[in-house]
């Protein structure tokens, strides 16, 4: 059984139990999303006509009241029947979402607690640099996201930078437990609204980064696809980590900061102190070294704490809060 769903001006098959984002995203219609797990709100909706069953939409995420409105998680929401909706971009078009069966070919640890895995596809698959998967655990039906590190021209390997969660599903379970090159891994993708916009309507301004962990991992690809389109761009690239057994990747940024002038990483330690880096917080080493930020983009990808104290600081320095883009790494395991 089918349902229409109308958003947008334009008409898409949904099937029973199939939630509407799912749905609009495999038939390439843009519809905003980040966590998809009902946590962030970015998927809110007005249902304008028919009837949804909200599934496993949080109370914190769409309150009582936000229901009775009409209101919906796209993410979470099922179609009942024929339904209309407002929430979607008219004309705009996404990379469709794909199921993919990729093939392990590499798993290597590259930081404390951090593994860089990479995933052979079979066919391309047409995403946007920042963007990110789903990966399938094998034998429980959990789902996790993980960012590319990849630019779009890559795309039959995806890189993902994995950090252990202790006790996690995925992670203790099975990334950090027996994943070897060969095995096959089932995944969904491209997901995400934390891109770059198209090459037409990037102004070539001032780009600051920052990324806790392994939210650098999105951070890399955009700030190589930022350059490739304009060489000689100023792009700042914070990566806030607890010590420098967590710092990874270091030779190739170092290798594009030789490349491209314009571009400097700045590797920051907030618990164990190293002469050789800067200490303290990210967010506070761009207040430091930027004295104004009017004119320029912010992107930032970690933890929500890091997260929102970046929103805080660039704001400080004269940031338009619409050139401010941000990604929160919450573990899965930790929602419930």
Same mark, same amino acid.
């Given at each position: 059984m089918t349902f229409a769903v109308s958003?947008?001006?334009?008409?898409?098959?949904?099937?029973?139990?199939?939630?509407?984002?799912?749905?609009?995203?495999r038939a390439? #219609?843009?519809?905003?999303?980040?966590c998809n797990q009902g946590t962030c709100g970015t998927c809110k909706l007005t249902v304008l006509s028919g009837e949804v069953d909200h599934g496993a939409s949080p109370l914190d995420t769409l309150t009582v009241e936000? !229901? *009775?409105?009409?209101? &919906?998680?796209?993410?979470?929401?099922?179609?009942? =029947?024929?339904?209309?909706? @407002? *929430?979607?971009a008219e004309g705009r078009t996404t990379h469709p979402l794909r199921d993919l069966s990729a093939t392990v070919l590499e798993v290597a640890d590259i930081a404390r607690d951090t593994r860089r895995v990479l995933l052979g596809l079979a066919e391309p698959l047409a995403f946007e640099a920042g963007q990110y998967v789903?990966?399938? #655990?094998?034998?429980?039906?959990?789902?996790?996201? $993980?960012?590319? &590190?990849?630019?779009?021209?890559?795309?039959?390997?995806?890189?993902?930078?994995?950090? !252990?969660?202790? *006790? @996690?599903?995925?992670?203790? =379970?099975?990334?950090?437990a027996g994943l070897a090159a060969g095995d096959t891994v089932s995944a969904t993708g491209p997901l995400g609204d934390f891109h770059l916009p198209p090459e037409t309507e990037d102004d070539g301004g001032p780009?600051?980064?920052?990324g806790g962990g392994t939210g650098l991992a999105p951070l890399v690809g955009i700030a190589r696809t930022a350059l490739r389109r304009q060489p000689g761009r100023q792009v700042l690239? $914070?990566?806030?980590?607890?010590?420098?057994?967590?710092? $990874?990747?270091?030779e190739r940024l170092g290798e594009l900061a030789e490349e491209h002038r314009g571009f400097e990483f700045v590797p920051v330690l907030s618990e164990e102190p190293d002469p050789a880096y800067r200490g303290g917080f990210p967010t506070d080493a761009f207040v430091e070294d930027v004295g104004s930020a009017r004119g320029w983009s912010g992107w930032l990808c970690g933890p929500p704490p890091m997260v929102e104290a970046g929103v805080k600081a660039f704001k400080r320095r004269r940031m338009a809060p619409r050139h401010i883009h941000r990604e929160k790494f919450t573990p899965a395991d930790a929602l419930g």
């Open positions: 958003v947008g001006g334009r008409r898409v098959e949904c099937a029973a139990g199939q939630t509407l984002l799912d749905a609009c995203l390439g #219609v843009w519809m905003p999303n980040s936000e !229901r *009775g409105a009409g209101l &919906a998680l796209a993410c979470q929401a099922r179609p009942l =029947g024929d339904v209309t909706v @407002g *929430g979607g789903e990966l399938v #655990v094998p034998g429980s039906g959990a789902r996790r996201q $993980y960012s590319l &590190a990849n630019t779009a021209d890559e795309d039959k390997v995806l890189e993902l930078h994995v950090r !252990r969660v202790p *006790g @996690g599903v995925a992670t203790d =379970g099975w990334l950090f780009m600051v980064l920052i690239l $914070y990566h806030g980590v607890r010590g420098a057994a967590d710092l $990874y990747d270091l």
